[in-house]
Structure formats: C-alpha cells, structure tokens
C-alpha cells in the first residue's frame, strides 16, 4: 500500500506554506524577527523582533526613530539587511500578487499615491492593474463608493478635491483590492479637525487590522496595542493607558531641553 506523504510543504526558509505554524496554530498578521534595515549607511531598525496580531496597534517615536521604516517593510517597500519578515504568512518584498494585495498602504502625502485624473479612475486602478477588465474593475470601484457614498464623485477630477476628500479616495483605492492588514502612515496630518475627525470616524469602522503611524494623541488612545520606537528599536509596548502617558511626558522633557540648550 503507497501511503501519501504527510509533510507540509515549506519554503526556502523552512516555512510552511500551507499557512500553519510548526506548533499547528494559523499565521496572522504580521512577524518582523531579527530586522535590520539601514538607509544612507545609518542604522534604522536595529535587529528587530515584532509580532503584530492585534486589532489595532499604533507606532509612536520621533521622527527619525524608525516608525515609517517598519510601515514600509511590512508593506515590502523595503527590504531588510537581515532578519525575516512574514505578514499572513507571506513576504511582502517578493511582490507577488497576493502579498500586495494582502497589505494596503496609505501614504501620509496624497500627491505620492494619486496616479489617475478622476475619481473612478483611481478608485478602478488597482483592480485594473490586478488583471480585471475595465468595465468589472469600474463596476467594483462604483460598488465600494456606493457602499461609502461617495458615487456622485465618480468623474470629479481629483485635483479639486480638499486634502480630506483626496485622502478619503486613496483609502478608497486601497480598500478596493480588499486587503488584510492596512498600514496608515500619518493618515491625519495636515487635515483641520473636523476633516480628520470625520476620516478618524470611517477608519475605526473598518474590518481589517490596522497599523497606524500617528503623533496623534486620539488616534494612539483608541489602539489595543502601542509600540513607542526609539533609535530603531522598541523602547515600550503595551496598552494605550501604559504607554502613551511615559511617552508624552518624554517627549515633554526633550522639548524643554532642547530649547534649554538653545
């Protein structure tokens, strides 16, 4: 009797690929392990270990301490120098076609995301660039500004929306190719209260897990988990009420001295 091999498929790195851990439990999220990224020379991440399962989780940290440089390894923009990094099982700097979609990424800037004139037009390419003919690519895009209400912006030009309606359609562009995980860098900057109160709303109703790169104190209390960075590497994690207290009051202390030693 010729009995079927049991053993799981792995890839080059030993990692199973059917999405099950080697203890039996199911990948999610996302895994950073030994994670070292420098940029220009210098030292960004620094041997890097996270695991990023919660709901909602905030990175928090000046600038310069690594926060955008861990948004854009989980996507895959960037390439670590050593270390591995999985999100739902994948890595995300292969490219394939499931790894991009499983991660969506909101820029903090609107003008380094738009690639179309219209609304539907932008809204569409994702889904057109993914394969879909152009009339199932539109009739998706329509479907998701319907289900947000947003269909009468369907041939306004982009460039004469506000900051908040253009960052509303890059969300927008993202949501349509239904990812897992979305990764919001500064998704509030530069927006007057109620515009970013409004988007803030839309966000926290969203279904899929999210890591967010804000300095802002509202959008830090509302996250399950908080990771403070600080030169690369992880200074506190924990809850909102733990965290974000120490944090402001650090950020307090280097202000005064630094306008002490002006």
């Known amino acids: 009797m010729t009995h079927k091999s049991t053993t799981p498929p792995r890839d080059e790195d030993g990692v199973r690929l059917d999405g099950v851990d080697a203890d039996g439990a199911h990948r999610d999220g996302a895994h950073l392990d030994g994670v070292t990224v420098r940029l220009g020379g210098r ?34 923009l960037i390439v670590p120098e050593t270390g591995r990094v999985r999100v739902h099982g994948m890595n995300p700097a292969e490219r394939s076609a499931e790894a991009v979609a499983a991660v969506g990424f909101l820029f903090q800037n609107s003008d380094h995301q738009i690639l179309c004139p219209t609304v539907l037009e ?29 269909a009468g912006w369907r041939d306004r030009p982009v460039a004469a929306l506000s900051e908040g309606q253009r960052r509303l359609v890059c969300l927008l562009a993202v949501l349509v190719m239904e990812p897992k995980l ?25 279904p899929q897990r999210i890591l967010a790169v804000s300095h802002d104190p509202e959008t830090i209390e509302t996250a399950d988990r908080v990771l403070w960075l600080e030169e690369g590497a992880v200074r506190a994690d924990g809850p909102p009420a733990t965290v974000l207290p120490a944090y402001l009051d650090a950020m307090q202390r280097a202000g005064a001295q630094e306008e002490a030693a002006e």
């Open 182 to 206: 979305l990764v919001l860098d500064e998704p509030y900057t530069g927006l007057d209260i109620p515009t970013r109160v409004r988007l803030a709303r839309f966000v926290a109703g969203l």
């Open 122 to 150: 932008e809204i569409a390419f994702g889904p057109l660039e993914g394969g879909l003919a152009r009339a199932e690519a539109e009739e998706r895009a329509l479907a998701l500004m319907r289900l947000h209400g947003v």
């Open 43 to 76: 030292p960004v991440l620094r041997d890097l270990s996270l695991t990023l399962t919660e709901r909602r989780i905030c990175l928090v940290g000046r600038n310069g301490s690594g926060k955008s440089t861990v948004a854009r390894v989980v996507k895959g």
